[in-house]
């Protein structure tokens, strides 16, 4: 079995930083793609940025500049760096990833809250 578990969300003030983690575990022989999609209430789950195991990034175009996804491969660990949040940023961040075994598979994380005060 795989898990991916989150951490590092809260409340932060409009301005303010987070930085959230995720750690894959389990039967895993190699991850391709890497990633952190959010939900806000009543949103569609929408991309925020993937990183490749080579370290190739891709980010969602209003948030470039403020987000810097990251990733250890020896740690098995994926990270999104988050600056000058806005209130807007607030929603449910999950991490992604596509994971090889026998075969690859999509693994989602079970989110983490991240709110942003004005």
């Known amino acids: 079995q795989v898990q991916l578990v989150e951490s590092g969300g809260g409340l932060v003030q409009t301005g303010g930083s987070l930085r959230l983690s995720c750690t894959a575990s389990?039967?895993?022989?190699?991850?391709?793609?890497m990633g952190w999609y959010r939900q806000a209430p009543g949103k569609q789950r929408e991309l925020v940025a993937t990183?490749?195991?080579?370290?190739?990034?891709n980010y969602a175009d209003p948030l470039k500049g403020r987000f810097t996804i990251s990733r250890d491969n020896a740690k098995n660990t994926v990270y999104l760096q988050m600056n000058s949040l806005k209130p807007e940023d607030t929603a449910v961040y999950y991490c992604n990833a596509f994971i090889d075994l026998y075969s690859t598979r999509s693994y989602w994380g079970q989110g983490t809250q991240v709110t942003v005060s004005s």
């Open positions: 389990g039967s895993i022989f190699s991850i391709n793609v």
């Open positions: 990183i490749t195991s080579g370290g190739s990034t």
